[in-house]
């Protein structure tokens, strides 16, 4: 028994510095994919979309709060990849982890369920996780900005909402993805595949089209959204969201599409609003689609339940395992 004991007491740190180490590779890989594509607002540069805030929320949700200090560990290489070491560089990293921190918190305490199946669920990530939580970690960064004199006052808002956006996208787009990833199980049937790949042919085909055409033709992933959301909810509907945003994103910081002749903050404003409905649409009308085929399956459960007892009753037989009336305890039936 102590040898036992022993092992698994050794074995419990090994574990833990995987998963630190495990989240650290993935909130620096999503840093790195984040900033390939920027846009410069007011001489600052952001991201239209911040994974690693998606990254970091959906560990917090999947391993609980053991993994914050590999999200801490994440947010620092990715911010000495940017800079050097500095004291302001200890405030942008509190903020990076506090941020995911309180969304998980929040998100705990209102009851969140990973597998998003229920409208509440999709409110509480959008309205608690994103962009609740996430004002902590842009108010800190371009508060430290301004504090050390590397931004002008008169640009902290449009900067601070530009940062707010990009963290907030990070966690509405990449967070339901990851949680959705974790929880395959099994690969759908052979008809399903069937009907996935004809709507990831249409989606390949439209979306690029959508986003980069000059003609105002963003509208069209609407259908997709719809289609994908109506017949694989959450898995289809958000991975349709996350392509179109990446696509947008693209188009976008390079001035091409729906995108082309405006200004810097114009096409800010016009990506984040697009990325923004898009993304709400998705996680929210899947939520609603989970949740009444959930409620229609409890029904029609109950439904077969009480024709089973019906039957029962209508053949003479006692319902749950009782005894025939007059025939318990040993007393005579009958006359």
């Known amino acids: 028994m102590t040898a036992v004991v022993g092992t698994s007491d050794l074995r419990r740190p090994a ?19 984040g900033l390939l594509r920027q846009l410069v607002v007011e001489g600052a540069i952001f991201t239209p979309i911040w994974p690693p805030s998606g990254v970091a929320v959906a560990c917090l949700l999947i391993l609980g709060l053991r993994c914050w200090a590999g999200i801490a560990l994440g947010a620092l290489l990715v911010i000495l990849s940017l800079t050097s070491l500095s004291p302001s560089v200890v405030f942008n990293l509190a903020g990076n982890t506090a941020a995911p921190v309180c969304a998980y918190l929040m998100l705990r305490k209102v009851g969140f369920r990973n597998d998003l199946a229920r409208l509440r669920d999709g ?22 900005l301004l504090v050390t004199d590397q931004l002008p006052a008169h640009a902290f808002w449009p900067v601070w909402l530009a940062w707010w956006v990009g963290d907030a996208m990070g966690v509405l787009i990449v967070t339901p993805v990851l949680l959705v990833v974790h929880a395959a199980r099994r690969p759908p049937p052979l008809t399903r595949w069937k009907e996935a790949a004809g709507l990831a042919v249409i989606a390949l085909g439209l979306i690029p089209l959508a986003t980069n055409s000059r003609v105002s033709l963003l509208f069209l992933v609407y259908p997709l959204l719809i289609w994908s959301a109506l017949r694989f ?42 990325n923004g409905t898009m993304a709400l649409t998705a996680l929210l009308l899947s939520a609603v689609i989970t949740e009444q085929r959930n409620t229609r399956r409890s029904v029609e459960r109950a439904c077969h339940e009480l024709v089973e007892v019906l039957e029962h009753l209508t053949a003479g037989d006692a319902p749950y395992g009782r005894p025939p009336k007059g025939k318990d305890d040993g ?3 009958g006359s």
């Open 15 to 33: 574990v833990l510095a995987a998963e630190t180490a495990a989240v650290a590779a993935g909130y620096y890989a999503a840093g790195k994919l």
């Open 123 to 144: 409110l509480a990530l959008v309205f608690l996780g994103a962009l609740t939580a996430m004002l902590l970690s842009s108010t800190v960064g371009v508060g430290v």
């Open 233 to 274: 909810q959450l898995a289809g509907s958000m991975l349709c969201a996350l392509v179109t945003s990446v696509l947008a994103t693209v188009a976008a910081t390079d001035g091409v599409g729906p995108f082309a002749g405006l200004t810097r903050v114009e096409v800010m404003s016009k990506l984040q609003a697009f």
């Open 331 to 333: 007393q005579p039936g």
